[in-house]
C-alpha cells in the first residue's frame, strides 16, 4: 500500500505547476485525479462559487495557457471552448466539499501530501541557496588571499628561465675525457 501512495503522490507532482508564483493544479488534470468529466468539475464549482475566492482558484489567461501547453499534450480536436482554470492547495482543499465521492477524498489526502512534499523540497533547496551565498561570502572576504596563492601556483607551475645559474657547487677542475674500450667480438 505504501509503495502505491509513492507511485500516486509521484504522477502528482508531475501535475503541479508553478504559475504567478503559485503552485497549481490545472483544471482537467485535476478532473483526471477524480476520475470525472472536467465539464462536471467546472459544474461543481460554479455552483459553490463563493468556495472559491481568488486565492484558491483563477483562470489563466490566454498566455499562461498557450504557455503551459506546450509542457503537456493536448487533443488537436474538440478543444475548449474557455480557458482553464488554476487550484491553488487551498482550493484544492475545498475540492473536498464539492465532490463527496470517496474517490476524491482519497486524491484530495493524496494531492495535499504532494504539495507538501514539494513545500519540503523547496524549503531544502532554499537552506542550500543560503548556505552557498554565505560560502560565496566567506570566499569574496578572503579573494586577495586566494589571488595571491594562485599566482604563486602559477609561478611555480612555470618551465624554469635557463638564464639562472644552476643549484649546487661547481668544481673548478677541467674535465677530463675517459677513453672507451672497444671489445673484441668473437
Known amino acids: 500500500m505504501k509503495g502505491k501512495n509513492i507511485i500516486v503522490v509521484e504522477r ?20 483526471g485525479l477524480y476520475d470525472i468529466p472536467t465539464k462536471v ?5 460554479k455552483r459553490n462559487a463563493t468556495r472559491f475566492p481568488i486565492d484558491f482558484m483563477f483562470q489563466l489567461t ?23 482554470y488554476a487550484f491553488t492547495e487551498q ?8 465532490l463527496h465521492s470517496e474517490r476524491a477524498v482519497q486524491m484530495n489526502i493524496a494531492i495535499m501530501r504532494a504539495f507538501v512534499k514539494l513545500r519540503d523540497i523547496l524549503s531544502t533547496h532554499k537552506e542550500l541557496a543560503k548556505k552557498l551565498d554565505e560560502l560565496e561570502y566567506k570566499i569574496s572576504r578572503h579573494d586577495s588571499d586566494i ?27 677541467p674535465k677530463v675525457r675517459y677513453k672507451t674500450l672497444k671489445r673484441k667480438q668473437t
Open 12 to 31: 502528482i507532482e508531475e501535475k503541479i505547476f508553478l504559475i504567478r508564483n503559485q503552485k497549481v493544479i490545472i483544471d482537467f488534470h485535476l478532473a
Open 41 to 45: 468539475l467546472i459544474q461543481a464549482i
Open 62 to 84: 490566454q498566455v499562461e495557457f498557450d504557455n503551459l501547453r506546450s509542457q503537456f499534450v493536448t487533443s488537436s480536436w474538440g478543444g475548449r471552448r474557455y480557458l482553464a
Open 91 to 98: 482550493g484544492v482543499a475545498m475540492m473536498s466539499s464539492v
Open 147 to 173: 589571488q595571491t596563492l594562485f599566482n604563486a601556483m602559477r609561478r611555480l607551475m612555470r618551465p624554469s628561465d635557463k638564464s639562472k645559474h644552476p643549484i649546487g657547487f661547481i668544481v673548478g677542475e
